[in-house]
């Protein structure tokens, strides 16, 4: 399988600290040594950087680890193969235009192939079930919306196909367009919002800790969603099986079903 | 205006000497300090790198220009804007997605917006004329021709367009897919084509040379264009103004005119 990383902030943050625990997962603390991916929304732009090789002892990962991009919204992938190669193609996340917005998913599950249904206006390029999921959602919202349907009604369309490919198999996803960030839990999916007051954070795949109370202003919010909780001292919320949310600005503003469980801190998740 | 840099190579190949060159005229030895972008194709995949700082300073910059990424394929940009703001959403390389293929285009010089023909599939993400000519490009593609036909006759088809666009205003280009590099010369650019015997090299903006009969091997071949020459001691052939060319594997394949003008070597080109 796979881990995802994903941050929604309401003022250009950096995800050093998080991509720091969870590139760990990517050949060291983890299985999940087959290439990674991050991007970043950077007011109205997206940029990404990809490697085929393990995050965990990636160069690039290295540096992206110690150069912080500021974003409000940010996407990554740590990627252990199973349908598709090891190459660029198959890495996460993936990107498409839609709208003149700059779409983007990642994807962590597996669905078989001929199941997932065929896309008319997007192709993938690469092997796997995940883009083929994508371009079959994308699809979906050029059916069903426009440019104009707000991100609380693209959520429940989102949420509604999902539900479809949650029937099909494992479909853990993130999904943007820079304004709005899309999660879908099949399986294993949390989250936890930082805001005031901040306290300090520790990570679980590395002995480092940050006080956010000293980096941060009173307003900022940050959401974090990630695959397994990447800190031990902090509440995440573990969604459920079917369980959308659109966050935006750092906030959850839109979810499908009732409250998450929450997972006390050091739990050790 | 920006400063275009491509690769064309039989073997996958780093870039590093000759985007070290480049990046030097974003900021330095150049005034092309609004950001770059540099985009490889390696098996089939691709990765791009962005910044809107300069190059000349970046640190994503830096790291590329000692960090050999091999490909066969390569496309780089500096820019000094003059349609669109400078951000992200505005920097070249822009890529789409057609037949199941990663595109990705850059741009020299500029048409006026309103002259630049809408296209109906692709949509612009930014505000530049640049982004504007692809999807117009990219969709006469799909028009014209299918997955199956062959780069020889999407080069005429592509030669045809960027006819139409030389005559609304300066269009020299770069276009590719992984398999075919396209190029156009509207106003200014040159290329040059390394093989054995190979010699040393020394770049135009920085004093440093590569012999290159050291780091290859004899089959090696490898097409270098850009907007002026990197180097002040080999041949470059300047192109004359609406000649296309396409290059695979390191050879110009196709041309659509006569022989390009060689300038002779160290003519400070």
Known sequence: MCELLAMSANVPTDICFSFTGLIRRGGATGPHGDGFG??????????????????????????????????????????????????????????????????????????????????????????????????????????????QTPWSELAQLLQHYCQQLNQLGVCNLLLSDGNGLFVFCSTKLSWLCRQAPFGPAH?????????FSSVTHIDDRVAVIATQPLTDNEDWHAMQSGEGRLFCDGVSTWQSLGPSVVHPKGSGL
Request: charged share 20%.
């Open 38 to 147: 991050i991007c970043f929304y950077e007011s109205g732009g997206l940029r990404e950087f990809k490697d085929y090789q393990a995050s965990a002892t990636s160069a690039i990962a290295e540096f992206l680890r110690t150069y912080p991009i500021q974003s409000k919204i940010a996407l990554s992938h740590i990627r252990q193969a199973n349908v598709g190669a090891v190459n660029l193609q198959n890495t996460h996340p993936f990107q498409r235009e839609l709208w003149g917005r700059a779409w983007t998913l990642a994807h962590n599950g597996q669905i078989d192939l001929s199941r997932v249904p065929q896309a008319n206006f997007y192709c993938p390029v690469g092997t796997t079930d995940s883009e083929k999921i994508f371009c079959w959602l994308l699809d979906k919202l050029r059916e069903q919306a426009t440019e």
């Open 203 to 211: 990570l679980c795949d590395r002995d480092l800790t940050v006080d």
